[in-house]
Nanobody, 131 residues
């Protein structure tokens, strides 16, 4: 069974940077794609970024091109590819949300930000950005 644990959330000031971590444990063979979603109060969940390790060893990254995060987000993985890091720069109040990590067997440009593509979800970590 696969489990995901998010960490790194909390309070931040406008303009600061933040790094969230998603650690996968258990049956990580089903977690080839690790993604970050977020949901703000009253808004729909949105995909922020994802990272996928292909069968050939190639790593693919996907980052939202929405105006809300464009140019401020990067995603990376540790050497063992069981931890996905979401790094956000120049934080804004609208980044305030619960951030969820999700794992799926596969993702691509069409599916990385689709919630239905992911079988396992973390509990979420709250990020609050204030001025």
């Amino acid at each position: 069974q696969l489990q995901l644990a998010e960490s790194g959330g909390g309070s931040a000031q406008v303009g600061e940077s933040l790094r969230l971590s998603c650690a996968a444990s258990g049956n990580t063979r089903t977690a080839n794609c690790l993604a970050w979603f977020r949901q703000s109060l009253g808004k729909e969940r949105e995909g922020v970024a994802a990272i996928y390790r292909g069968s050939s060893g190639t790593t693919y990254t996907y980052v939202s091109d929405s105006d809300s995060v464009k140019g401020r987000v990067t995603i990376s993985q540790d050497h063992d590819k069981t931890i996905a890091y979401l790094h956000m720069d120049s934080l804004k109040p609208e980044d305030t949300a619960v951030y969820y990590c999700a794992a799926g067997f596969h993702c691509n440009t069409a599916t990385w930000n689709r919630g239905w593509n992911f079988d396992t979800w973390g509990q979420g970590t709250q990020v609050t950005v204030s001025s």
